[in-house]
T-cell receptor, first 116, second 111 residues
Framework: NAGVTQTPKFQVLKTGQSMTLQCAQD?????MSWYRQDPGMGLRLIHYSVGAGITDQGEVPNGYNVSRSTTEDFPLRLLSAAPSQTSVYFC???????????????FGPGTRLTVL | KQEVTQIPAALSVPEGENLVLNCSFT??????LQWFRQDPGKGLTSLLLIQSSQREQTSGRLNASLDKSSGRSTLYIAASQPGDSATYLC??????????FGSGTQLTVLP
């Protein structure tokens, strides 16, 4: 298993540009989520998904869109990049054991985004 | 709003010491409580996960406890080593496995 993969690793955008951060997992996990990490703010939830076709907003969803057309992929779209979106973005996935129970979260290596 | 607080923000100890990192959360209706390690410039690695019905979990030199009634969790590291130097994050999980993180404790273990 490759685990959780994120592309690109680094990206520089100009204000107003759009782009998609890719996240994929090959572990058949139903739960996936996106976080951003900023100095002094910790990790904050942007959007999350409990399965294909189902997404919901987290703490800081403004300026971002997501979709979950397959179990494996959960892309994050920046509609019109702003300097405030300069951050490190992490994708995570987890699964539910049969009968319920706690789930280990697997994180990708992150995408470092700079918006000029 | 669910909040997670970690104390202390930074900790420096000599090698070999036992230490405790603290985490508190405001909402007792958690699905689970997780502790992560993050090295500089890297992603997060899961260390321990405590189900809402459990009181503690152990892995090697690490032991994490959970007290839902008081909204507290602790991470105990025994016989600390320089390789333990990292930022430790605790996070509460909701029913959709979405995480709310504390701001972390930056640990330095001095040789």
């Amino acid at each position: 298993n490759a685990g959780v993969t994120q592309t690109p690793k680094f990206q520089v955008l100009k204000t107003g540009q759009s782009m998609t951060l890719q996240c994929a997992q090959d572990m058949n996990h139903e739960y996936m989520s996106w976080y951003r990490q900023d100095p002094g703010m910790g990790l904050r939830l942007i959007h999350y998904s409990v399965g294909a076709g189902i997404t919901d907003q987290g703490e800081v969803p403004n300026g971002y869109n997501v979709s979950r057309s397959t179990t494996e992929d959960f892309p994050l779209r920046l509609l019109s990049a702003a300097p405030s979106q300069t951050s490190v973005y992490f994708c995570a996935s987890s699964y539910s054991r049969p009968g319920g129970g706690a789930d280990t979260q697997y994180f990708g290596p992150g995408t470092r985004l700079t918006v000029l | 709003k669910q909040e997670v607080t970690q104390i202390p923000a930074a900790l420096s100890v000599p090698e070999g010491e036992n230490l405790v990192l603290n985490c508190s959360f405001t909402d007792s209706a958690i699905y689970n409580l997780q502790w992560f390690r993050q090295d500089p410039g890297k992603g997060l690695t899961s260390l321990l996960l405590i189900q809402s019905s459990q009181r503690e979990q152990t892995s090697g030199r690490l032991n994490a406890s959970l007290d839902k009634s008081s909204g507290r969790s602790t991470l105990y590291i025994a016989a600390s080593q320089p390789g333990d130097s990292a930022t430790y994050l605790c996070a509460r999980a909701g029913s959709a496995r979405q995480l709310t993180f504390g701001s972390g404790t930056q640990l330095t273990v001095l040789p």
